[in-house]
């Protein structure tokens, strides 16, 4: 049971260049997150999908884009990298929407972009 | 605004003995809180949690306490051991269901 899923782990851009971030969760979650982690802001929420076909802003949405492909699968887009986005990149899932007991975590993808 | 604070970036203790991590917020109206533990190159994985309408909620050697007036939560790990090195964060969920992290703390405890 692999959980949470994050592809890639490390990734080097140059400041204009865009790349998509992967996530999948096996566990038949509804619900979908995108936080990024920088140094002394803790987590920060970027975009979330309560459900299948929906999608919604959270405290940090401008330069990114989001896609709920599937149940499965919520990936986050950067069309123009600024280095402002270096960052480690968390996706997470839970069986509901508001349920933090039970939003899991993948491993982290870790961004720079010069 | 940072509504939820972590002021202590590290805290060191002996094994053994009681580390207490703390966490301030400044919305009323979050109606639950939880701590979050990470280790190094992975994910925050729920440690535990507590709703606003409790003070106290214990789970083995972790216990959280809630002061609402003060707007305050802490973390109690009794006895502390090693491997409970990580970094933790405080978060509350908001009335939209959002979870608001604070900053962490990183614990490190001595053998």
């Known amino acids: 049971n692999a959980g949470v899923t994050q592809t890639p782990k490390f990734q080097v851009l140059k400041t204009g260049q865009s790349m998509t971030l992967q996530c999948a969760q096996d566990?038949?979650?509804?619900?979908m997150y995108w936080y990024r982690q920088d140094p002394g802001m803790g987590l920060r929420l970027i975009y979330y999908?309560?459900?299948?076909?929906?999608?919604d802003k959270g405290e940090v949405p401008n330069g990114y884009n989001v896609s709920r492909l599937n149940k499965r699968e919520f990936s986050l887009r950067l069309e123009s990298a600024a280095p402002s986005q270096t960052s480690v990149y968390f996706c997470?899932?839970?069986?509901?929407?508001?349920?933090?007991?039970?939003?899991?975590f993948g491993p982290g993808t870790r961004l720079l972009v010069l | 605004d940072q509504q939820v604070k972590q002021n202590s970036p590290s805290l060191s203790v002996q094994e053994g003995r009681i580390s207490i991590l703390n966490c301030d917020y400044t919305?009323?109206?979050?109606?639950?809180f939880l701590w979050y533990k990470k280790y190094p190159a992975e994910g925050p994985t729920f440690l535990i949690s507590?709703?606003?309408?409790?003070d106290k909620n214990e789970d083995g050697r972790f216990t959280v306490f809630l002061n609402k007036s003060a707007k305050h939560l802490s973390l109690h790990i009794v006895p502390s051991q090693p491997g409970d090195s990580a970094v933790y964060f405080c978060?509350?969920?908001?009335?939209?269901?959002?979870?608001?992290f604070g900053q962490g703390t990183e614990l490190s405890v001595k053998p």
């Open positions: 997470a899932s839970s069986p509901r929407p508001a349920d933090g007991e039970t939003q899991y």
């Open positions: 566990m038949n979650h509804n619900s």
């Open positions: 999908s309560a459900s299948e076909g929906t999608t």
């Open positions: 919305n009323s109206m979050f109606d639950y």
């Open positions: 507590i709703s606003s309408i409790k």
């Open positions: 978060a509350a969920r908001n009335y939209g269901g959002k979870l608001i």
